[in-house]
């Protein structure tokens, strides 16, 4: 993805102009701001990996993680479209009870600058589809899907 960028401006160009995701260099780092067309879900690792068995794979589910070992409870991050639909305010708080969230319009969200395989990485790369991005509601409701199954509960992490 990055073989050829050698600045952060080439990485963010990369993101822009084949992704579609509007990135920008910040304090040397690339990132995008969240709004209501283009936001971000955070969950714990074991429910992200559950909740990415469990979706449909039919569109793109952009997901950055943290790939070093010693640090195996860094949110995963699904990189998420519009709404299309209601959330059912039962998901959104499941969600939260699991130790996930909905980031807000307005904040930062770190991408990957590098495609080594440490620090923050891509678990699943964004695609240049047009839809590339699946809509918000589709990943919390099936996130609430994954929970409500839950033999074994996942404890929400320590806030700290």
């Given at each position: 993805?990055?073989?050829?960028c050698?600045?952060?401006?080439?990485?963010a160009?990369?993101?822009?102009?084949?992704?579609g995701?509007?990135?920008?260099?910040?304090?040397?780092?690339?990132c995008?701001?969240t709004?209501?067309?283009?936001g971000?879900?955070?969950?714990?690792?074991?429910?992200?990996?559950?909740v990415?068995?469990?979706?449909?794979?039919?569109?793109?589910?952009?997901?950055?993680?943290?790939a070093?070992?010693d640090?195996?409870?860094?949110?995963?991050?699904?990189?998420?479209?519009?709404?299309?639909?209601?959330?059912?305010?039962?998901?959104?708080?499941?969600?939260?009870?699991?130790?996930?969230?909905?980031?807000?319009?307005?904040?930062?969200?770190?991408?990957?600058?590098?495609?080594?395989?440490?620090g923050?990485?891509?678990?699943s790369?964004?695609?240049a589809a047009?839809?590339?991005?699946?809509?918000?509601?589709?990943?919390?409701?099936?996130?609430?899907e994954?929970?409500?199954?839950?033999?074994?509960p996942i404890?929400a992490?320590?806030?700290r």
């Amino acid at each position: 993805m990055f073989e050829s960028c050698h600045s952060p401006q080439e990485v963010a160009y990369v993101y822009t102009h084949r992704y579609g995701l509007p990135a920008k260099v910040v304090d040397r780092r690339v990132c995008y701001l969240t709004t209501s067309n283009l936001g971000a879900v955070m969950m714990p690792p074991e429910l992200g990996r559950r909740v990415w068995t469990a979706i449909d794979r039919s569109f793109p589910t952009p997901i950055i993680h943290h790939a070093q070992p010693d640090r195996p409870q860094r949110p995963w991050v699904f990189v998420v479209g519009p709404n299309r639909g209601l959330t059912r305010n039962r998901a959104a708080t499941a969600l939260e009870q699991r130790g996930g969230r909905l980031l807000d319009s307005g904040r930062w969200v770190w991408l990957p600058m590098t495609d080594a395989w440490h620090g923050w990485t891509w678990y699943s790369p964004p695609s240049a589809a047009e839809d590339a991005f699946p809509p918000r509601t589709t990943l919390i409701h099936a996130a609430r899907e994954v929970i409500d199954t839950l033999q074994d509960p996942i404890p929400a992490p320590a806030r700290r």
